[in-house]
C-alpha cells in the first residue's frame, strides 16, 4: 500500500457574519469533499498545539514527524528551495529591501512591500550585495522581487531575532542574541555584524543616485534593508530513514520544495494557472500515477492565499473551485484498496482579523481498507469535530499512516539498531559461515 496525502494550505478559517456564522468551508459547495468525509473517517488535526499559529513550513515539518527543535530555520529552507548553495555551519536569512523614514534616531517602516521593477531591484540589491566584518562575510543574493536570501558565512550562529518589524509604522528593530544563546559569543557576534550591515546598508542606498531620482519624482525611496527568521542546516534523518516511506513531494513555491530537500524527500515542481481546481487534479494524477513512491505529498497553496485576501467570500469561491478537482479522486483514488488517501490542511488562515495564520485545528479526513468509517457526512471544521478520528496532533499523524499502511511496528520489538516505527525494519540478515 501508499498513501497520498492531499494537503489544501491554510484551509481552516473562522466564523464570519457576512457568511451567517459559517467559516468559508462550512458555507462552500463541496460535494466531493463531503463525499469523502462520508466514505472515511474523519477528525481535526493540528501540528503543534491548539491555538498556536504556524507558518507552513514549521507546520509541515512537524506533521513529517520531526520535532520543534530540529527545525533549522525559514531562511534554509527558503534558500535551499532557491537553489541557493548552502554549506554547513552557514547561516542564511530572509531579507528584503524596503522604505524607511527617519524618526529621531530610529527607522520607522514606511512600506514594507513596495512596488519596485526588476532592473532597479538588481542596482539597489547590488549595491548592499556584500559586507565583511570581523571574518563574517555577508551577501545578500536577490530571489523574488525585492527579497532575498541574506547569507552569513564565518563564526556566525542561528540564534538571534528579526529586524523587519513586519507590521509599517513600526520601527526597525536591533538585532540580538536569543535569550537562550545570550553569553554564546557566535550569537553576539552575528547580532553586532548584523546590526552593522543594516547600518550601512541604509547609508548605502539613501546615497544611492537611484533613490535620489525616485525622491525627485516623489516616490519613496527603497532605503533600507530587513531581516528576519535566520536558519543554519544540521543533519536530520530523512523521510525515509524515520518512517521507512519512500516520500515524494508534488508542489509549487521554493518554500515547500525547500521542506522537501530538508527532509530528503523527492520533489516534482509543478507550476500554478489561474485554474486551481485544473491545477490541483493535474497533481492528484501524477500522484496516483506515482507508484514507485509509498508516500505522495501533494499541496496547493491557493487556499491559503486566498485567506490572505481577509475576504470570506473569495476563500468560499476558491474552496469550491478546489473541489471540483477531487472528483477524480472520488473517482479514482478512493475507490482503489492500495492507497491509503488522506486530506487536510497545515494550519488556518482566518479571512479575518489581523493574524498572518492563525491557531485553530483544521479538518482531517482518512480513507483506505483499514480504515474504519464514522457517521461524519460533511467535510469541515465543526463536522468532523465529530468523527471517529478525534483531535490528531503533530507526528501522530505519521503514526496513524502507518497503521493504515498496515506497517506499524509493534513497540518493543527491535528487529534494528534503531527503534524505528515502521515494520519491517532495516534489519541485518544472520549470515552462516
Avoid at 498513501?3 to 464570519?16: E, P
Avoid at 548605502?204 to 533600507?224: C, F, M, Q, V
Wanted: charged residues 25%.
Amino acid at each position: 500500500m501508499r498513501c497520498i496525502l492531499l494537503l489544501l494550505d491554510g484551509l481552516g478559517d473562522r466564523s464570519h457574519p457576512v457568511l451567517n456564522g459559517q467559516t468559508p468551508l462550512q458555507a462552500a459547495c463541496t460535494p466531493n469533499l463531503d463525499k469523502i468525509a462520508e466514505i472515511g473517517m474523519t477528525g481535526l488535526f493540528h501540528s503543534h498545539l491548539q491555538g498556536t499559529a504556524l507558518p507552513s513550513e514549521l507546520a509541515h515539518f512537524l506533521m513529517f514527524g520531526y520535532r520543534l527543535e530540529e527545525f533549522p530555520g525559514r531562511g534554509i529552507v527558503e534558500a535551499l528551495g532557491e537553489g541557493i548553495g548552502i554549506r554547513e555551519g552557514d547561516t542564511a536569512l530572509l531579507a528584503r529591501i524596503f522604505s524607511v523614514v527617519r524618526d529621531g534616531n530610529t527607522l520607522v517602516l514606511r512600506h514594507e512591500n513596495p512596488k519596485l521593477d526588476r532592473k532597479s531591484c538588481r542596482i539597489l540589491h547590488k549595491a548592499v550585495g556584500r559586507f565583511t566584518l570581523d571574518d563574517i562575510s555577508v551577501a545578500f543574493l536577490p530571489t523574488k522581487g525585492i527579497a532575498g536570501i541574506l547569507l552569513l558565512r564565518g563564526d556566525v550562529s542561528k540564534a538571534v531575532t528579526d529586524s523587519n518589524p513586519i507590521a509599517e509604522g513600526r520601527p526597525l528593530m536591533q538585532v540580538l542574541p536569543l535569550r537562550t544563546a545570550a553569553e554564546n559569543p557566535s550569537a553576539r557576534k552575528t547580532a553586532k555584524v548584523l546590526n552593522a550591515y543594516l547600518r550601512w546598508s541604509h547609508r548605502t542606498l539613501s546615497e544611492h543616485p537611484l533613490n535620489k531620482k525616485r525622491i525627485e519624482n516623489g516616490l519613496p525611496p527603497i532605503n533600507a534593508v530587513g531581516t528576519q527568521r535566520a536558519g543554519m542546516m544540521s543533519r536530520l534523518p530523512s523521510f525515509s530513514e524515520k518512517w521507512g516511506l519512500k516520500g515524494l513531494m508534488i508542489a509549487s513555491g521554493t518554500v515547500y520544495h525547500g521542506i522537501g530537500q530538508v527532509i530528503g524527500m523527492d520533489i516534482q515542481k509543478v507550476g500554478d494557472t489561474e485554474d486551481p481546481g485544473r491545477d490541483l487534479r493535474a497533481r492528484l494524477e501524477r500522484a496516483h500515477r506515482a507508484r514507485k513512491y509509498e508516500f505522495i505529498h501533494v499541496h496547493t497553496k491557493v487556499t491559503d492565499e486566498a485567506g490572505h485576501t481577509k475576504n470570506p467570500l473569495i476563500k468560499k469561491r476558491v474552496i469550491e473551485a478546489v473541489d471540483t478537482a477531487l472528483d477524480y479522486a472520488v473517482k479514482e483514488i478512493v475507490p482503489d484498496e492500495n492507497v491509503l488517501f488522506i486530506v487536510t490542511a497545515d494550519h488556518s488562515t482566518a479571512a479575518s482579523g489581523t493574524m498572518i495564520h492563525t491557531g485553530e485545528s483544521v479538518p482531517l479526513v482518512m480513507t483506505g481498507k483499514y480504515v474504519r468509517r464514522d457517521d461524519v457526512q460533511k467535510f469541515d471544521e465543526v463536522s468532523c469535530a465529530a468523527g471517529g478520528l478525534s483531535l490528531v496532533r503533530g507526528k501522530e499523524l505519521m503514526y496513524l499512516v502507518l497503521n493504515f499502511l498496515d506497517r506499524g511496528k509493534l513497540w518493543g520489538l527491535m528487529d534494528s539498531p534503531d527503534d524505528q516505527p515502521f515494520s519491517p525494519g532495516r534489519f541485518t540478515p544472520l549470515l552462516m559461515g
